[in-house]
């Protein structure tokens, strides 16, 4: 009698399918052609599956420079999946916080390939506001919710090194300034980006942390004179008291 689990799990098109939804979670937008050769998968075929993986809100196409890229239909998926039930709890006060402030929300979803993915954002009822689009990938460690994230683990100085050569800052700053950045997390409990990561941009973030290390990184994004110093203190502050209110109901953490 033939194995019914092995059966089901060996439909092509869709290990196809997957298979080319991991390659474009490792990279940034790519053609059919290279997408095909680095995955194995047949010109013709890896053409029908992106197209209907585009269909799907999976993946995006790039009509300009003819490429491919995760979509926002990943992004709503991993929300569910990764934050669900965390984000479902702390909603009413991140919901609060952006209408308060008047900032842009973003929850990053911490990959095992050592990036962050923007699964969902809360928007404050402003008319300018920074945007940010579902799926964006960002290094580890880049911006502000990167150290918050760094700040919670024991990272040694050459690994933060080595993240830190990794990121693209528009307005660039030196290894030992956000080195210093990480440590002042750790007292603090959050993290600010003065416009370093996007110029004009500023961002304060916190990690919420899981049983295990860090389980999401929420970020508060705004222009950079929207926004005062200390209000942002304030507002990183602020997060702060949620995310590990809610780890220590957990019994993740303790006070």
């Known amino acids: ?28 937008s790519t053609g059919v052609t290279v997408i095909a050769h680095d995955t194995g998968i047949s010109a013709s075929s890896c053409f029908n599956i992106l197209r209907t993986l585009t269909g799907q ?21 991993a929300a569910g999946l990764f934050g669900g039930g965390t984000l479902k ?13 008047g900032v842009l929300l973003a929850i990053w979803h911490i990959t095992i390939e050592e990036h962050l993915v923007l699964i969902d954002r809360i928007f404050p009822e ?10 964006q990938r960002l290094p580890a460690f880049a911006g502000a919710v990167g150290r918050s994230i760094a700040a919670v683990q024991p990272v040694s100085d050459d690994l933060l090194r080595k993240r830190f050569k990794e990121i693209r800052w528009q307005k660039p700053i030196t290894f030992d300034a956000y080195r210093a950045g990480v440590q002042r997390t750790r007292l603090d409990g959050y993290a600010i ?13 916190v990690a919420l942390r899981g049983p295990n290390g860090p389980r999401l990184g929420i970020s508060a994004v705004t222009f950079a004179d929207q926004v005062s110093q200390p209000k942002l203190k304030r507002l990183g502050a602020e997060l702060y008291s949620v ?13």
């Open 57 to 77: 809100g999976l993946i995006k196409f790039n009509q300009k420079t003819k490429t491919y890229s995760l979509g926002v239909g990943v992004a709503e998926i």
């Open 89 to 101: 709890a702390i909603r009413p006060s991140l919901d609060r916080i952006a209408s308060e402030y």
């Open 193 to 205: 980006d003065e416009g370093n990561l996007i110029r004009g941009v500023k961002s304060v973030a």
């Open 243 to 255: 995310v590990t209110a809610y780890s220590t109901r957990r019994g993740w953490i303790k006070r």
């Open 126 to 135: 402003t008319p300018a506001r920074v945007e940010l689009q579902l799926a």
């Open 1 to 28: 009698m033939k194995n019914v689990r092995t059966a089901a799990t060996s439909v092509p098109a869709l290990v196809h399918a997957v298979r080319i939804l991991r390659y474009l979670a490792l990279r940034k």
